[in-house]
Each structure stands twice: as C-alpha cells, then as structure tokens.
C-alpha cells in the first residue's frame, strides 16, 4: 500500500519530533521531511513531493499564514495548520482557512504541548482526509444554488471540512431578508464566536454565535458555539446542551436538524455541505419524513465528499 507523504513544518524541535513519531506511528502515514521555519520549507517544496502538509501558524523569520499563501500560489497542496487553542490563534486559523488550508488542529496546551499524544487519532485522521481532499475547490467560486420559496420556513446547515469556505460564500451571497438559519460547522470552542463575527460583517443580515434561549428569527443565522449541542423548540427558543458527542463531534448537525424537523415539519429545509463522515444524514432523513426541502453540495464544489454523499445515499 502506498504511504501517505507527509511535511511537517514546525519551529520546534520537540513538537517537529512529537509530532512526527505520531504521524510514523500509523502505517499509511510516512513524514517525508521536516522544517523549522517558512523559508525553510518553501525552499524544500521545490523539490518535495508531499501528499500532505502540516504547517504551524506561529515561526520565526515567515509566519505560516504566510507559508500557507506561497503555497497556495506556487505549488498548492494540502495544508493542515497547528495553532495553540487561544483566541489569536482561533483569529489566525480562521483566515488560514480563508487562504486554502484544508483543516486545523488546536494544539491542546499552547504552543509547546507535551499531552499532543493526547490528540494523536485527531492528527491521523485528519491527514488522511486531507490526503484525498478535493483542493480545487477550496476557494469556492461558483456554486448552483436552484431557487425555492422560503417564506416563513427555517433553514438548517451543516459543514465539517472545507465548510467555512462554502458557508462564507453562500451567506455572503443571500439577501438581507432571509428565514431563520441554524448553523452547525464542526470547531471547537472559541472557534465558532470569532467565524460567526466574521460573517456578522460580511452578511447582509444578522450572525453571531447562538447562546441558550435565543429566539429564532428572520434576518437571523445562528451559529451553534463550539461544545455545545444546539437544538430548537417548537416555541423558537434555542436549546444548548453538553450531551455526550455524536458522530464524535459536539456540535453535531443531526440533533439540530432533527429537533427543526419536528418542530417545523414541512416548512424546515436541509442544507448539507461539504464534510468528512456522515453528520447530518440522519436529521436529513427526518426533514424529508417530514415534509421539508433536503439540500447536498453536489461532488465536484465539495472538498470532502463525506457527509453530503451519505445522505444521498440513504435517498434524503
């Protein structure tokens, strides 16, 4: 079987090592080289082949949102971006994201974090779906989205890998007056408030980070915040809670679809993007067993084709 070729760009000489051995230790993975600093590695890129690229967001000499824009640029590869789990580095991820980098890991103790074992399944997981990662689709440009009347509907969204790209442009896009939009994108606490800020500017209509008893509302979009669940009740209040994860994550796209579904019936509709396992397929089901409109990203505008194919799959 082939290995999975991976760069490992990082300032540290302990994180370059922790991480490298975690990365070896999986028998589809291969570290191919390492680098301690942006230039470092740009100078490698031109003669490495990496399948993939994890890059550090804070270095000496070139940052990595820096790196990641001269990758993107000159040999464009799959980047999966390291930051500490602070609201800097949320700040930075977020626009990494923005530049073309596939996913993220939040360093779990800073900088220098001596538990990233702790996150080792993560850190495999992820390469291997940035491996097969459709990075044509990264900056999305154009995306059909066939009309259909929303007049006093409520509109349910989920995303996991490559979704903030495609929840940025299709949020810019819509008009002021829109029905109310419950968000989930898979990110960790911290996360979720910083993206939905970003899109409170960049939307003609409302966003921010959904918190307890919020009412559901038109020229509103919530966002579900990083750890939390987010369901809605049939009076239009929403409902948070740390129950245990689903599908491994928390928040999970199925309860709020499926809590939308029975509360909204046929007026909820079902929007799911790009994403990696099959979050959403099931509260999918329950909207269409409803009555409500069910909507995939299509293969070719996805960057993981996860989560949107196994609800068609199961016909929702």
Do not use: W
């Not at 399948?51 to 040999?75: A, H, N, W």
């Not at 596939?102 to 390469?127: A, F, M, Q, R, W």
């Not at 409302?206 to 918190?211: F, L, Y």
Request: a neutral charge; one cysteine or more.
């Amino acid at each position: 079987m082939k290995r999975i070729k991976v760069f490992v760009v990082e300032d540290s000489i302990f994180m370059r090592n922790v991480i490298s051995d975690i990365i070896n230790s999986d028998p589809q993975l291969q570290v191919i080289d390492t680098a301690r600093d942006g230039e470092e590695a740009l100078s490698k890129l031109d003669y490495l082949q990496p399948d993939v690229i994890t890059l550090d967001i804070e270095m000496p000499r070139m940052d990595g949102l820096s790196v990641l824009k001269q990758i993107m640029k000159r040999k464009p590869k799959p980047v999966i971006m390291l930051s500490a789990l602070t609201k800097e580095g949320a700040i930075y991820t977020l626009k990494a994201l923005e530049y073309g980098a596939v996913d993220y890991i939040s360093k779990p103790s800073g900088n220098i974090s001596l538990d990233l074992h702790t996150i080792k399944d993560e850190i495999i997981s992820k390469i291997k779906m940035a491996a097969s990662a459709n990075l044509s689709k990264l900056k999305i440009k154009s995306i059909n989205i066939e009309p259909c009347e929303l007049a006093d509907n409520v509109v349910a969204m989920g995303a996991s890998t490559g979704g903030p790209q495609a929840l940025t442009y299709i949020l810019a896009s819509l008009p002021q007056s829109i029905p109310p939009i419950l968000i989930v994108q898979h990110m960790p606490e911290g996360f979720t408030r910083l993206f939905a800020e970003r899109l409170d500017r960049l939307c003609k209509f409302r966003v921010k980070e959904a918190e307890e008893g919020d009412y559901i509302s038109k020229e509103l979009a919530l966002i579900a915040p990083g750890g939390f669940h987010m369901t809605v009740s049939k009076t239009g209040r929403i409902i948070l809670d740390r129950t245990p994860p689903i599908h491994g994550v928390r928040p999970a796209v199925d309860p709020t679809m499926t809590s939308v579904a029975r509360s909204y019936r046929s007026r909820a509709i079902g929007v799911l993007l790009t994403g990696m396992g099959r979050d959403g397929a099931y509260g999918m089901r329950k909207i269409k067993e409803h009555g409500g409109v069910t909507i995939a990203q299509d293969e070719k505008t996805s960057v993981v084709f996860g989560m949107p194919k196994a609800a068609i799959e199961e016909g929702c």
